[in-house]
């Protein structure tokens, strides 16, 4: 099966910090274990929010989030074969249409998808998933993707 390249919202930085519950940590915690020791890999832009959130979680008190920040960054982030990192200058501007549909927070995210040429957004953010979904833009809800994810 080919690789894949997924886009990530935050979701994923609050299930790993433990944010959103045990069980959710647990799931975040799998699909990294997935991109890390399978073909797929995942797509960020350096200096975003996502970038810097994920940054954050070396700094938690918790040893489990710690651990898991570990392998987030060194399994994946610091990989070239598991990571687009997308710099700054390659984030396009979108069109002025499309950027006043999408909400301004997440509008970097469709930005790293077309620039790293990701298969899909994978999201909890139900306003970004219809408005996103309206402009062709290949998009997931997470509990979606993580009952379908291999």
Not at 23 to 51: F, S, Y
């Amino acid at each position: 099966m080919p690789s894949k390249c997924y886009v990530f919202n935050e979701w994923l930085i609050h299930d790993l910090s433990g944010q959103n519950g045990p069980e959710r940590q647990k799931a975040a915690h799998e699909v990294l274990v997935r991109v890390r020791d399978g073909e797929d890999l995942i797509a960020a832009g350096r200096n975003t929010p996502w970038m810097n959130k994920a940054f954050a979680l070396m700094r938690a008190r918790r040893h489990d989030v710690r651990q898991l920040s570990k392998l987030l960054h060194r399994g994946i982030i610091w990989d070239s074969g598991k990571c687009v990192l997308v710099d700054q200058s390659r984030l396009e501007p979108l069109p002025n249409e499309e950027a006043r549909l999408l909400p301004q927070k997440d509008v970097y995210l469709v930005q790293v998808y077309r620039a790293a040429s990701a298969d899909l957004i994978v999201t909890t953010d139900e306003e970004l998933l219809e408005k996103a979904g309206n402009l062709g833009i290949r998009i997931a809800f997470r509990d979606d993707f993580l009952t379908q994810y291999p």
